[in-house]
């Protein structure tokens, strides 16, 4: 009875392994197949950000800071609002291609630095409706801040990358960013 159930038992596990190994390769195909159709793009873009921190037109603001203190740029705890639009150039008059929406909060003591985080909406025909988010702490008084691209959606889905933020000083209250984008998506 024995040698009966043996020849049985061979032949059920070699179906299993043969089945199994059959599963494995198809599946294996199959992924390896879709990332040869869908390699990884780099996208690399300038945009400005048209910042303003007072007047009738602010989109800049302090929200909340310490109690009994002047809320300022250099004022530590000091939370901030953004809703910047985006422009192809540094004219503040020339075509709008998104907002940079998000806060900042002054996280260093002495004031040199700020913790950001934001969206960056695209309102433009090549990348209507996707988004890249943004975060990372910078100097305040560096010329040139780095940041993260720490995701996206839309066309920047699986975003990753870096960000370098150089402002240029237009008036008292008026500043353009200029936004540097390196991102990897798919």
């Known amino acids: 009875m024995a040698l009966i159930s043996a020849p049985k038992m061979l032949t059920a596990t070699a179906f299993s392994q ?19 159709v869908r390699p990884p793009q780099t996208t690399e873009m300038v945009l400005y950000f048209q910042d303003i921190i007072a007047g009738p037109n602010a989109n800049d603001i302090p929200i909340v800071g310490i109690p009994g203190t002047a809320w300022s740029f250099t004022q530590f705890g000091t939370v901030f609002a953004a809703d910047e639009p985006m422009t192809k ?19 260093a003591l002495d004031g040199s630095s700020a913790q950001a985080v934001f969206s960056i909406l695209f309102s433009n025909r090549a990348y209507n409706g996707s988004t890249l988010e943004i975060q990372g702490t910078g100097k305040l008084l560096d010329k040139v801040v780095e940041y993260a691209v720490v995701g996206g959606t839309g066309k920047f889905r699986f975003a990753r990358g870096y960000a370098t933020l150089e402002t240029i000083p237009v008036d008292e209250v008026h500043a353009v960013v200029q936004f540097n984008v390196t991102v990897r998506h798919d």
């Open 18 to 36: 043969l089945f199994l190994l059959s599963t494995y390769s198809i599946l294996m195909h199959c992924y390896s197949s879709e990332a040869a």
């Open 89 to 107: 150039t540094p004219d503040p008059r020339s075509a709008i291609i998104g907002r940079a929406r998000g806060m900042y909060l002054i996280s």
